[in-house]
């Protein structure tokens, strides 16, 4: 995947990108914290938010248990679209005890993403206000909370770990055969969140602040190791709200478990890594490209810029992948990349199986 | 850049993101001064550093690499005694054999003896041989033990200390009161301690410390399923106060055995927890608990969930009686009830148990080089390290050979004698009673069975039978063979135990054909800790107990059968009669209803052959 090592001084040339992203590593640092204190506050103020789901499985490797979050007053629940959620209808109980039934209200293959909703009306619970999120940087200290293993029962609380963001980077994953619906941004975490059931849990700060959604058990596409990730909040935040307002289709478009197989063109098929995108109109730029894929062979260098995809301008790496999501078989590729002061056209070929090596 | 290079060959999978993390640093270096060789770090952060070092320096010495004596198994223990008495997990000890070798972090290797087994809580005591002041844990108290508690897992994973220099992890408390199945019967983990430091093979056994280093628990298993049997992020830890429960059970060189209340539980749709069976010869049923009752508390804890309930259970030994609190419709009773044995005799053989458990595959750590086999293996204790790279001596030193003795029911019976003779002493202490083997007469005067004034009684204890004269009332137990009856009714057989006492006192030992220390119970189920010793005589068990701090002799209980209520007598003021101390307050308590209270004037003891 990458040529080999590079000492970072070597790279560190004061180019606007590097100004750029300068700027905002500090606006996004936070200290490592070395003091090693008891958490205990926050984890009971997170634990009442966090609840333990039961549906389909229970098959070799199939658990039919999972973890999800209080997203609302009224028990709309965040989890991820597993086979868990098969049936439609699971049982939902509460760090209380308190056990409800629950039906799948709207889900978003594309973000791994479900919501639920508890079949009891004039409640009054404790929530995650996924409008309300923050994010955090490399280096921080986080909690995972989930039902890992299936450990909790009844009104036993989940199970709660700690460890530091290792980095907030791109999913780049695959799980079993498929490679992940999901390949935005993640939080890749030191400490193994992502185990059986802890799907659908949360990824918070020292201060029980909201920072993810704990993910599936992945494994890396090139490492083919064990992934510890959380999809940051601010990915799913839209598609919770809209899911919840009713303004999502509901309808299943086709079977979660084969969705996966989909087309789904991301810049990394062309052999294309983007820089982190850590803020909201994170510039395009390219930060390295495979050896041998069809974006080299085109030509494409680190560094550049993307400003067009077939003359849609392209103001930041989501954009950009939105763009490229659109694209079907057949389809062309243009790209109008900024490199240096020069403008590069480049055009790509779109592969069936255009697949990572 | 060391450090750098490292967390980017570390994690594969953490790929573009390197350089902007090494430009993260400088944009923080260079808002420092320029000339500022160190980052200024937190005075606070520099004392907790600086506690974790003494704390983990402090803890490090109690912390045992145990090895197999024929270099077979292995794992972790630590040390409780200075006398050398060491925790470690049963599945450790059972593979590593009687005698093992023990490594200190002194670097000194120290032979140590098996001494108690507990299969089902997964526990053993083992002693380590050759000093008498070795460093030792002291223990915390894991009911304060809080999610989110920083903690240390010390021990040997992967038996890598070649040194003996324990590995230390660190991390957090993921949950507490956990329940975790058992492979058949044994191996249950109830009220455990979840922790998110890792814990992998060769971990098994060794002690988790608290924060400020006192031992909460023992280690013992993990989740492993997926991901080769390597820490996944839940380990296991059996709690410390349940080791305490069963402490004196294990230092008596038995098998030791967890306890059933005769009764099975459900929850109901609501939550309550639901009597759904019971056995009709269980105490229990016999204290009044039915079907369909709702159990409120056990043992003074809150019943939420089955769970719960089998966590409480799960950490008492068979024997001990506990508070239970049940409610049927709108009415709320309390009653004490003695837990029956989980496992019959013939299950507790320990020459049995070092066999693999079925279904529970024995196997290595999964290489790496094979990572993408699932064989979702669920919930693996982590397996004592097979095929140790230390040389083997099977020879163990002939003048230990003594602490060892192999029997059926015990895992060394050796120690059940040294248990055995430190009880005593409080028996001894009353005086010498050995030449009174002939008639005793007892006369005083009590109150009860029916009887509210209190009226005086003579009681006569000879070889051909007990006699009770109490008012115009007369009970007599012949000793001729006929069948033990419970006299006078409504006691539990107070005559029969009457001339236990007599056998006790007198013959110590060999009035017995069984004679055993049993461990510890807090008398009745809410008294102090007492040591408790057992006899039968044909077919008749008696449980004798005497108070762990003194040693003082406060009562003992008699029962015709096991699944009758014990006839118990319970002692108060002792008092000096021809140079021997003799109980002269009498408590007779059974069923949980105290029957009878005798005050003793006049005691007669004979020799023997001078008649009566």
Redesign the interface.
Known sequence: ??SG????VD??RPTSR?CW??AI??LF?LPV????Q???D???DV?PRVVKIYGAGGL??LEAYGTGFLVSPEGHIATVWSHVLDNFAVTVVLND?R?FEASVLGFEPQLDLAVLKLDEENLELPYFDVNNSITA??GSFVLGFSN??N????????????GVI?????L?TRRGTYESPYDGEVY?V????N??GAAGGVLTTRDGQLLGMIGK?LR?A??????NYAVPIQELGHAIEQIISGQFDNEPTEDPATSEDSLQVSPLNFGL????DVINRTPAYI??VLPKSPAARAGIQPDDLVLFVNDELVDSCRSFRQELSRLELGDELRLVLRRGEQLITVELPIEQQANVP | MNAYSKLTSANAFVRPLRRDIGLMLISVVVGLSASARAVAVDPAVVAAEQRRVEVVSKASEAVVAIFGSTAQGGGSGVLISKDGYALSNFHVTSSAGDFMKCGLNDGVLYDAVIVGIDPTGDVALLKLLGRDDFPHATFGDSDNVEIGDWVYAMGNPFLLATDFQPTVTYGIVSGVHRYQYPAGTFLEYTDCIQVDASINPGNSGGPLFNAVGELVGINGRGSFEKRGRVNSGAGYAISINQIKNFSDHLRSGRVVDHATLGATVSSRSDGAVIVDNILEEAEVFRRGLREGDELVSFAGRTIRSVNQFKNILGIYPKGWKLPLVYRRGDERREIFVRLRALHRESEMNPRMMGAPIPGEPRERPRRRDNPDRDDGDQEEQPQPVPDSPRESSEDTPEKYQHMLEVRSGYANAYFNKVELDRTMSGLSRLGDFRQFTGTWRLRGSGTGLGVAASEGFELTVSESGIGLEWGARLFVQPLDGSELLDEPPGTGGLLLAISHLQKMLVLGKTGFTEYFYLGSEPLDGHGARVDVIVTELEGVNSFWYFQKDSGAFVGFDTTLGENADRCEVRFGEFRTIDGRMFPVNWMIRHADDTVAVFAIQELEMLAAGTGS
């Not at chain 1, 290792?166 to 791109?170: F, G």
């Not at chain 1, 030191?190 to 969140?193: C, M, N, V």
């Not at chain 1, 090139?222 to 992934?227: D, E, H, K, M, P």
Request: proline share 4%.
């Open positions: 995947m990458r090592h590079h000492d970072f790279e560190f590097a992203i300068v590593s500090i640092w914290r070395g003091e090693a008891s958490s205990s926050a984890i009971n634990l070799r490797n005890g056990r940087g490399p890992m293993f450990v909790a029962a009844g009104d036993e609380p989940v199970s709660v770990i700690h290792a980095a907030k980077t791109e780049i890749i030191d400490a193994a969140t185990n059986s058990e890396n090139g490492s083919n190791t064990w992934v890594v983007l820089i982190p930060e390295a």
